[in-house]
């Protein structure tokens, strides 16, 4: 397996420009929204809105006011798929379209898809959509055509501020401690990884972020469905052999009752 490869994005350095966003789309090919018809959101200057099967980079603006709104924040962040250590989506697949790649990350072959919907609430961040036009689940594939041939992801590459950085995890890791380190000692506090290896084993897709998870729209604590699947599974395994004991219990007893009787009637005829 050649090394693990990912992305670093430093949200304090996104100026929200949504050139990754554009460059996923085209050079993934995918399709317009709303076959081009697509409805400004009125709440923000993000129109995107979200994740989804023709989006799979989204571009988050989080605005910020305080009470009298005299001041303002806007938090910024790329989002897409994380290509989770430990993958949700990759474990419920039915048809194994979805697999793990030689560099660590997680793939979805289109043509292997039947469209049956199970990768999508099994996914801790609501990644994964249904393309319109391919009718199959999507998601990033962080340009595994372009990392076969040594390129840079395509949404990394438009990248001007360097906020989504490439390469290999270790190295990634290492850059991002340097830059909360370097946050810390201008007073910045707040910052802090996101994404280590105490969330789904780590994520191959992490950021530096200066507030809550919750406020950028991502999970504090992410679980794996699948280990909600085996308890609920164990249950009703459980349940299921108890009603069958119940069952058999009353059967039993029924037909000791049954038999005096039966005899009985035998006796008098
Ligand atoms: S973020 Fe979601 S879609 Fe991406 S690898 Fe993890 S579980 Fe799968
Ligand atoms: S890695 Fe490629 S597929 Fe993934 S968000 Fe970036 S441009 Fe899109």
Redesign the pocket.
Known sequence: MAEPMG?FTDTTVCIGCKA?EV??KE??QLSATNGGQNVLSGQSYDNTRRLDGEH??HVKFVEQFSEDRKEARWLMMSD??KHCVQAGCLEVCPTGAIFRTEFDTVVIQSDACIGCRACLPSCPFGVIGINPVTRTAQK????YD?MKVGMT????QACPTASIQFGPIATLRKKAKERVDALHAQGKAEAYIYGDEDILGGLNSFYLLVDAPEVYGLPKAPKLPTRGLWTSSIFVAFTAAVVGLLGIFSFRERKAKALPAAKGGGGEA
Not at 153 to 156: I, K
């Open positions: 992305f990754c460059a996923c050079w993934n799979w980079r897409v798929c990033c594939t962080l340009c372009r992801p395509a949404c990394a």
